[in-house]
């Protein structure tokens, strides 16, 4: 993969680079050394507080070629890992747009979500997802957490996106 800017602890705390792109990003995410494997990027976003408003996290993933799998693989994987107040399953809100010349898939799901290794669902949750296909790789940004915490932080996450920026000068991957 092309050596492409990337995002550390003691980076421009207004800006997340990762993939040759580059975001704003809320000066209250706070960088952390990703927790589990496929983890690019990984923030945690400070919540309301209260029983309901605890911290999120924001994490992003970088994969080159086709590396990740298809589009739609990753969004019926997400959409699986939440269910609806009886169990069932859930309706995403998907949306498509252009931003920097690219495209960009928007997800949004909301209800009892069950990560990767979680033991039980946890009621309550919101993810506000985004897939940019970039030139010969494409970027997963998830903001992942109680959906008080993560309402509050809608507008943020959508600023980043409209707000993304690519370096046109960066190697593309083969």
Do not use: C
């Not at 492409?4 to 706070?30: H, N, R």
């Not at 107040?85 to 809100?93: Q, R």
């Not at 506000?128 to 997963?140: H, K, S, T």
Request: glycine share 12%; proline share 9%.
């Amino acid at each position: 993969m092309p050596s492409w800017p990337l995002s550390s602890a003691t980076s421009d705390a207004a800006v997340i680079e990762v993939g040759g792109l580059s975001f704003p990003k809320p000066m209250t995410w706070q960088w952390q050394l990703p927790t589990m494997q496929f983890r690019t990027l990984q923030y945690s976003v400070p919540g309301p507080g209260g029983e309901d408003g605890g911290a999120a996290e924001f994490v992003v993933s970088l994969f080159a070629g086709g590396d990740g799998g298809p589009i739609d693989a990753n969004i019926e994987r997400w959409v699986r890992q939440f269910r609806s107040a009886d169990g069932g399953p859930i309706t995403p809100v998907r949306d498509e747009l252009t931003v920097a010349g690219m495209t960009v898939t928007l997800i949004e799901l909301k209800g009892a979500y069950q990560g990767m290794g979680a033991a039980a669902p946890r009621p309550g949750q919101m993810q506000l997802g985004a897939i940019v296909q970039a030139p010969g790789r494409n970027v997963f940004l998830r903001l992942n957490g109680p959906e008080r915490t993560v309402e509050m932080h809608r507008q943020d996450f959508r600023a980043m996106i409209d707000g993304m920026r690519a370096d046109l000068s960066a190697p593309v991957a083969p």
